[in-house]
């Protein structure tokens, strides 16, 4: 079946360490996101790819970074400059055209600083 | 630039009786608008979407959203709620162009009593 998979599920990161969050998807999809959730609030974009080998910045990208060599692959690295990184992160996919017809997300990654 | 505002941040209804999740919105052009769902620890998962076709639109589970463009409203609804129903909702608009962002709710959690 196609979607998206997401790993770790549970993820604990000591203070001053950079963790990297895999994100995997088998849709052909060429557009991926990183989403950062808290605790009753929305989603808020930390990066987003349109195509392989290129990335935006989103709207909180600040201590994170991001890469994406294949086109099925997005992973997002929380570095030690994001000082507040405990949230639920979560990727998402979708198809390139200029019509949106919604996103297919993984099932997330939960990351605790300890 | 869009904007959506969910207006409340939790609902509780009682098994059986109706569900009303409203959701309201500002958007320059005509915009397509989506509701997700999440249960806890989860993913999104796309409910239903509205892209200028009909404005009443169905979606899973039994839910459907009506878009009310002189009401700027997009409100989710079902005629009896479920145990399972209990969830995060989110309500996303996206503007007409591809160079338009795609803005999230803060979400309304949805409660079903017995």
């Known amino acids: 079946d196609g979607g998206i998979t997401q790993s770790p599920k549970y993820l604990f990161r000591k203070e001053g360490q950079n963790v990297t969050l895999s994100c995997e998807q088998n849709?052909?999809?060429?557009?991926m996101y990183w989403y950062r959730q808290d605790p009753g609030q929305g989603l808020r974009l930390i990066y987003y790819s349109q195509i392989v080998n290129d990335f935006q910045k989103g709207d909180i990208a600040e201590g994170y970074s991001v890469s994406r060599e294949k086109k099925e692959s997005f992973p997002l690295t929380v570095t030690s400059a994001q000082k507040n990184p405990t949230a639920f992160y979560l990727c998402a996919s979708s198809t390139g055209d200029r019509i949106y017809y919604g996103y297919t997300f993984g099932s997330g990654t939960r990351l605790t600083v300890v | 630039a869009q904007s959506v505002t969910q207006l409340d941040s939790h609902v509780s209804v009682s098994e059986g009786t109706p569900v009303l999740l409203r959701c309201n919105y500002s958007s320059s052009y005509s915009p397509s608008l989506f509701w997700y769902v999440q249960h806890p620890n989860k993913g999104l998962q796309l409910l239903l979407k509205y892209t200028s076709a009909a404005t009443l639109v169905k979606g899973i589970n039994g839910f459907e959203a009506e878009f009310k463009k002189s009401e700027t409203s997009f409100h989710l609804t079902k005629p009896s709620a479920h145990m399972s129903d209990a969830a995060e909702y989110f309500c996303v608009v996206k503007g007409y162009s591809s160079a338009s962002k795609i803005i999230f709710g803060s979400g309304t959690r949805l409660s079903i009593r017995p």
């Open positions: 849709l052909n999809h060429d557009a």
